[in-house]
């Protein structure tokens, strides 16, 4: 079981919660599959659901949402947080999604895993943690799991930083081994091609109910759309989410969000 020192601390000091301010269209976006597909009153497990942002959503739209995230400050700010919109979640724990062995929990009508499989290098880990996770789904539960890109690294450097780029092998070398390391920026992380992705949780014996590339098109354009006015955004998003399933488009995306029944 690999070491989540660097992946705390990291988000300890990143803000999380401004991060979905920034990246409107995935917060969008994964916002209307959580609603498509969540379709009665629920009780939920958001592992790694960092401050809060889904879990706040979800028990603003009636569900019971239980918060479990590996960042103490994380914790904090969702409760906070959810005291601001005038919500209360079931509860919200600071542990690990590798020892959900250590909570009694009951069992749930939805699983969220929306952030500890990319930041898990080992497929071993990876595969625990949703073995542990599908443990506690309810026969016919929904679960919604995040990746992210090994495409990214390129979409965002060339969105943000295109003058940076100094040695290209080192960007592409994500499409071949998608293992990230704390001290090569951002921190341990591991990055799928779709078809990666797709095919770990296809492993599981679940019901493939829709494989999502997030951004699509918007992915090197967002801050673009993050400044038209909201009636325009909103369209944007409209036909953002009619093209999210193409999969001529998952290789522009940064994030791909698989989403299966047990």
Request: glycine letters at 8%.
């Amino acid at each position: 079981m690999e070491d989540t020192k660097n992946v705390e601390a990291f988000y300890e000091e990143y803000d999380e919660w401004a991060r979905l301010d920034r990246h409107r269209v995935e917060f969008e976006i994964t916002k209307r599959y959580l609603s498509r597909y969540i379709t009665k009153s629920s009780r939920i497990l958001d592992i790694g659901g960092g401050p809060g942002r889904y879990s706040i959503y979800l028990t603003q739209a009636g569900h019971r949402v239980v918060l479990l995230d590996l960042t103490k400050k994380h914790i904090e700010i969702a409760n906070q947080k959810a005291q601001e919109f005038g919500v209360e979640l079931e509860v919200a724990l600071h542990g690990s999604a590798l020892a959900l062995d250590s909570y009694n929990l009951g069992e749930f009508d939805v699983v969220l895993i929306m952030g500890p499989l990319y930041h898990l290098t080992s497929h071993e880990d990876r595969v625990k943690v949703v073995e542990d996770t599908l443990k506690r789904l309810k026969p016919g539960g929904i679960i919604f799991a995040s990746f992210i890109s090994a495409y990214a690294p390129a979409v965002d450097l060339i969105k943000a930083y295109p003058e940076d780029l100094k040695d290209p092998h080192q960007l592409l070398k994500y499409l071949e081994n998608g293992t990230n390391k704390a001290n090569e920026g951002f921190t341990d992380a591991y990055f799928m091609k779709p078809q990666e992705a797709r095919g770990f949780m296809q492993g599981f014996g679940l019901t493939e109910l829709a494989f999502v590339g997030v951004e699509g098109l918007a992915a090197t354009v967002e801050s673009r759309l993050n400044q038209l006015p909201q009636e325009a955004f909103e369209k944007w998003i409209d036909v953002l989410y009619q093209l999210s399933q193409d999969e001529h488009l998952f290789g522009s995306c940064e994030h791909y969000l698989y989403i299966g029944k047990r």
